[in-house]
């Protein structure tokens, strides 16, 4: 599975921004996505994830602006961020997501894209 992801760029505070993830290779469908970020010194953090069945999950700090979907015709999975704040600021992956017996697995990652948020 490869993914490419693309979209990030420099937005005022208050703006918004929408992230594209394309996934290709065998067995994409069966997968569900997620969408990670890693700020300056800091470790990464998980922002959002959809299920394969459409289930969706966000990170506290990203409830009621970001939204993760995904569109399977396209094998494409978005992350539209609105109200964008400069805490926001960071590189964003997206990656594969599974749920196994051992908890959450993210097995394929694409490049970051950088976001930044000016205040």
């Known amino acids: 599975v490869q993914l490419q992801a693309s979209g990030g760029g420099l937005v005022q505070a208050g703006g918004s921004l929408r992230l594209s993830c394309v996934a290709s290779?065998?067995?994409?469908?069966?997968?569900?996505m997620a969408w990670h970020r890693q700020a300056p010194g800091k470790q990464r953090e998980l922002v959002a994830s959809?299920?394969?069945?459409?289930?969706?999950n966000y990170a506290d700090s990203v409830k009621g602006r970001f939204t993760i979907s995904r569109d399977n015709a396209k094998n494409t999975v978005y992350l539209q961020m609105n109200s964008l704040k400069p805490e926001d600021t960071a590189v964003y992956y997206c990656?594969?997501?599974?749920?196994?017996?051992?908890?959450?697995?993210?097995?394929?990652w694409g490049q970051g894209t950088l976001v930044t948020v000016s205040s």
């Open positions: 990656s594969t997501f599974r749920t196994t017996a051992w908890g959450d697995s993210y097995d394929y």
């Open positions: 290779g065998s067995m994409v469908s069966i997968y569900g």
């Open positions: 959809i299920a394969s069945s459409g289930r969706t």
